[in-house]
């Protein structure tokens, strides 16, 4: 079946300029959850959604960013007026519910390159 | 607040012989523990978990990994790599009691040698 998708696979942008990244979760998933891979940081959690309401965002780095989800399904997570630390791939994944066991599939994420 | 610390950023064991991935963990509750593959160009992928059932977990692709509450520790192992298993690994620690944070290892890079 399909997976979690995210696109763009790859966007290069300039510095200052707004961007979108878009997730699509495993159809009947109600959890999602977005992250910061860095190069040589790990990855890093920022914020996570029960279907439309986003419970914590305080993972998110900075007010330049912001996520929604809507209809429980697809999630958008923009960054405003990009800076080069903000270069890092971006992955989503979702799970079937939040909870403590329930495994979180991974989109192949989106490298986000800001010049 | 939790936190989890990989002790090795690159391990290099030679085809055959034993993997151990440490993992050191932080956890003011019950935490689950988690371990994650990540194949280059790839998707992450969950290799095994733990949620206070079973303290020795076992996973896919011939791994496991033992809680040890004494130690803090979920070390990850394999009794004889394979040249498929050369990816990065990362140890994930949550606190669903308390929060709904997920806090990711910095990984640990796998090289096999032939």
């Known amino acids: 079946g399909a997976g979690v998708s995210q696109s763009p696979s790859n966007k290069v942008t300039e510095k200052g300029k707004d961007v979108e990244l878009r997730c699509d979760p495993i159809?009947?998933?109600?959890?999602l959850y977005w992250y910061r891979q860095s190069l040589g940081q790990g990855l890093e959690f920022l914020i996570y959604?029960?279907?439309?309401?986003?419970?914590?965002k305080s993972g998110l780095p900075s007010d330049r960013f912001s996520a929604e989800r809507t209809g429980g399904s697809v999630s958008t997570l923009t960054i405003q007026r990009t800076q080069q630390e903000d270069s890092a791939v971006y992955l989503c994944?979702?799970?079937?519910?939040?909870?403590?066991?329930?495994?979180?599939?991974f989109g192949p994420g989106t490298r986000l390159t800001v010049t | 607040a939790q936190s989890v610390t990989q002790l090795d950023s690159h391990v290099s064991v030679s085809e055959g012989t034993p993997v151990l991935l440490r993992c050191n963990y932080s956890?003011?509750?019950?935490?689950?523990l988690f371990w994650y593959v990540q194949h280059p160009n790839k998707g992450l992928q969950l290799l095994l978990k733990?949620?206070?059932?079973?303290?020795l977990v076992k996973g896919i692709n011939g791994f496991e990994a033992e809680f040890k509450k004494s130690e803090t520790s979920f070390h990850l192992t394999k009794p004889s790599a394979h040249m498929s298993d050369a990816a990065e690994y990362f140890c994930?620690?949550?606190?669903?009691?308390?929060?709904?944070?997920?806090?990711f290892g910095k990984g640990t890079r796998l090289h096999i040698l032939p």
């Open positions: 994944a979702s799970s079937l519910t939040s909870g403590e066991s329930y495994e979180q599939y």
């Open positions: 159809s009947g998933h109600t959890a």
């Open positions: 959604f029960q279907g439309n309401s986003a419970p914590d």
């Open positions: 956890s003011s509750y019950s935490p689950s």
């Open positions: 733990y949620t206070s059932a079973a303290t």
């Open positions: 994930v620690v949550s606190e669903w009691q308390r929060d709904d944070k997920i806090i």
